[in-house]
């Protein structure tokens, strides 16, 4: 009796621990709404996409950063990218990128789900919170202008 208790209790204990679920709800391809109540800040967005420690934005694209003097090839330019698409297609494509290409390089900055070689640490966690997702959206933003 014990035994089976004690089974039924470690089988029980994923559904008791919190896993963080985000539902964004796409429209087509974009999330119209923003992840947080905070307006995105465009300097914020700025420091995360040059960042070599955060968002690792020019490992893979270029971009209007005169102080970084090694950037990325890989991946559309940054001006390319932010002027062809709107701010709710950007948000989307930073949300999951694989959802518009299932071959893309670009981490999916904020699903836990369904990821690949996802090291212990890092499981159930998003690489950007949803501020800095709002954040890299309105400096992407601010680009066209």
Do not use: W
Not at 9 to 28: D, N
Not at 61 to 89: C, I, M, T
Not at 101 to 127: C, D, S, W
């Amino acid at each position: 009796m014990r035994f089976a208790l004690v089974i039924n209790l470690v089988l029980a204990l994923p559904l008791l621990i919190p896993v963080p679920v985000f539902a964004q709800a796409y429209s087509g391809d974009a999330i119209l709404e923003p992840l947080t109540q905070e307006a995105g800040n465009v300097m914020r967005g700025r420091s995360i996409v040059a960042s070599r420690q955060t968002g690792l934005c020019l490992l893979c694209h270029s971009g209007p950063f005169p102080e970084e003097r090694f950037q990325g090839n890989l991946a559309p330019d940054l001006l390319v990218s932010s002027a062809r698409l709107s701010s709710p297609q950007l948000r989307a494509r930073l949300v999951d990128a694989s959802r518009f290409n299932t071959e893309t390089i670009m981490p999916a900055y904020f699903r836990i789900n369904h990821l690949n070689r996802v090291a212990p640490q890092f499981a159930g966690k998003t690489i950007l919170t949803a501020q800095e997702i709002e954040d890299v959206v309105s400096f992407l933003a601010s680009l066209k202008q």
